[in-house]
């Protein structure tokens, strides 16, 4: 009996989660959807950083007259370029999920929505409009008052408007991080659930020893 048992050692029973981790982790695609909150949460700043941005700088630009051409110019232009640019991220990491050109586990962390590239993006964006704001704010304050004051206030109107939108961007991009890198259990929550989603046969009881291959038949 003895001889046999080292001859055939005695099987330890399949843990069903790590059983449906090893299943998600030979699939590079579903890599891009492991965090569905964070992706829907930066996917959606994105957006909303991209119309804001987009139909401001398009508001100002439309707005702009002799006296006032030179500074609705330059911040409508500004807003224009960082609207394009987001969105030109957003595209490009659509285009390199679906070329399945990435086969590196960093990488995809880094450039799938709700990865460090969004937050990189929003951040700088956050900055971008609060700069912009505060050097609008600051211009129409120095400025010595005219005759007719309505460029200068509408001026000092666009930078108290762009001051507290970078200020409640910036806000809420430091508060995500400070979740992010200050509760990691809540990320490893959120895999847990999402690998309950991917998964069908995922109920396995502890006596069973059953070889699960790495096929799309056990995966929605």
Request: proline letters at 4%; hydrophobic letters at 45%.
């Amino acid at each position: 009996m003895a001889e046999m048992e080292e001859v055939y050692p005695p099987r330890v029973p399949v843990d069903p989660g790590r059983m449906r981790r090893n299943i998600l982790d030979e699939h590079i695609e579903l890599w891009w959807t492991r965090e569905p909150r964070k992706s829907i949460l930066c996917y959606s700043m994105a957006v909303l950083v991209i119309i804001l941005c987009g139909v401001g700088g398009i508001v100002l630009l439309a707005s702009t007259s002799s006296r006032s051409g030179e500074w609705r110019m330059a911040v409508g232009s500004s807003l224009c370029i960082l609207a394009l640019l987001i969105l030109m991220k957003q595209l490009l990491s659509s285009a390199v999920q679906d070329m399945n050109c990435i086969q590196s586990r960093d990488q995809i962390d880094m450039l799938k929505s709700g990865g460090l590239s969004d937050s990189l993006v929003l951040l700088v964006s956050a900055l971008l409009i609060l700069v912009c704001g505060i050097i609008l704010v600051v211009l129409a304050s120095s400025t010595p008052q005219a005759s007719d004051a309505r460029p200068l206030t509408a001026m000092f109107s666009v930078g108290v408007t762009l001051t507290s939108a970078g200020s409640m961007l910036l806000f809420g991009v430091l508060v995500y991080l400070a979740a992010i890198f200050l509760c990691p259990g809540g990320t490893s929550a959120i895999n847990r659930r999402t690998i309950g989603v991917f998964t069908i046969s995922g109920r396995l009881s502890g006596n069973q020893r059953r070889e699960t291959s790495s096929s799309m038949a056990n995966l929605i």
